[in-house]
């Protein structure tokens, strides 16, 4: 079972910026495609972005040219940069790797 611990949420103002990071001590984690997932009460989880193991990202349609994901294997994280956020980008935001999940973090946006 991987570990995964979301970092970075936090309350912003619309149009402003956070950079979500997802940490692991898993020794294989480079072997890993990482997701990052997001939730709002009521709602099913929806995914945001996707970076494989060999660096390929896949950016949902509905945060495109917004958000961007990466990795850093020397550390062992992933990051979600998202820029111009909107009340609707309002959620829980999750790491996930395989059938491992984050506990989650708190992504609030003001208007």
């Known amino acids: 079972q991987v570990q995964l611990v979301e970092s970075g949420g936090g309350e912003v103002q619309s149009g402003g910026s956070l950079r979500l990071s997802c940490a692991t001590s898993?020794?294989?984690?480079?072997?890993?495609?990482i997701g990052w997932f997001r939730q709002t009460p009521g709602k099913e989880r929806e995914f945001v972005a996707r970076?494989?193991?060999?660096?390929?990202?896949t950016i949902a349609d509905s945060v495109k040219g917004r958000f961007t994901i990466s990795r850093d294997d020397t550390k062992n994280t992933v990051n979600l940069q998202m820029n111009n956020l909107q009340p609707e980008d309002t959620a829980v935001y999750y790491c996930?790797?395989?059938?491992?999940w984050g506990q989650g973090t708190q992504v609030t946006v003001s208007s």
């Open positions: 996930n790797a395989g059938a491992n």
């Open positions: 898993e020794r294989t984690f480079h072997n890993y495609n």
């Open positions: 970076i494989t193991w060999h660096g390929s990202s």
